[in-house]
């Protein structure tokens, strides 16, 4: 069975300077990675995603995140945040030869200092 | 708008009264799934369907029920509400070849005392 490990409950950033959120996962085949950011009182939104071809993916947002077969990594970094992007955010591993089901990290919610 | 939408936004329950949270979607997408989210634990796939007529298990089915008999509404009931569904619902829809590109409602907040 699939799962996500976003380490970090918690990340406070300056506005202005980069963040980096950790995302790590466990499948059996060849994933497909998801990022989703959640305001606050909303749904989820899609930031990016990763099927196959080059690793480095751009986003939504300035947002980009690459894929690292070799540590099971699929971290999202943006070089320099904006208020706005207080938020959390929600790394997912997909398993589309099942109807899509999507399974979740438990969330890494974002605040950003002035 | 062409979106997900979800009813009610809020909702209290007693323990052992049963409701039903709507969902509705108008892009004609072909599959749609019910998240619960609870603290710290992210989403978690209740149920799921790939189509009208069409239901399945997810991670956390029990003490909720779905049934699709239309392509737009995928209502999800609680049977019997306990304590431990207090959460957030989620109801997400995207095409067959979405490949995981889901569109998210904005929610149902339920609290069962």
């Known amino acids: 069975a699939q799962s996500v490990t976003q380490p970090d409950i918690h990340i406070t950033v300056s506005e202005g300077a980069s963040l980096e959120l950790r995302c790590n996962y466990s499948y059996g085949a060849t994933p497909y990675l998801f990022w989703y950011v959640q305001s606050p009182g909303q749904g989820l939104q899609l930031l990016l995603k990763?099927?196959?071809?080059?690793?480095l993916v751009q986003g939504i947002k300035g947002f980009e995140a690459e894929f690292k077969r070799s540590q099971s990594s699929f971290n999202l970094r943006k070089p320099s945040v904006h208020w706005s992007d207080a938020a959390e955010y929600f790394c997912?591993?997909?398993?589309?030869?099942?109807?899509?089901?999507?399974?979740f990290g438990g969330g890494t919610r974002v605040l950003v200092k002035p | 708008n062409a979106g997900v939408t979800q009813t009610p936004k809020f909702q209290v329950l007693k323990t052992g009264q049963s409701m039903t949270l709507q969902c509705a979607q108008d892009?004609?997408?072909?599959?749609m799934s019910w998240y619960r989210q609870d603290p710290g634990m992210g989403l978690r796939l209740i149920h799921y369907?790939?189509?009208?007529?069409?239901?399945d298990q997810g991670e956390v089915p029990n003490g909720y029920n779905v049934s699709r008999s239309t392509t737009e509404d995928f209502p999800l009931r609680l049977l019997s509400a306990a304590p431990s569904q207090t959460s957030v619902y989620f109801c997400?829809?995207?095409?067959?070849?979405?490949?995981?590109?889901?569109?998210f409602g904005s929610g149902t907040r339920l609290t069962v005392v």
């Open positions: 892009m004609n997408h072909e599959y």
């Open positions: 997400a829809s995207s095409y067959s070849s979405g490949q995981g590109s889901y569109t």
């Open positions: 990763y099927f196959s071809g080059d690793t």
């Open positions: 997912a591993v997909g398993a589309l030869a099942a109807g899509n089901k999507l399974t």
């Open positions: 369907s790939v189509g009208a007529g069409i239901t």
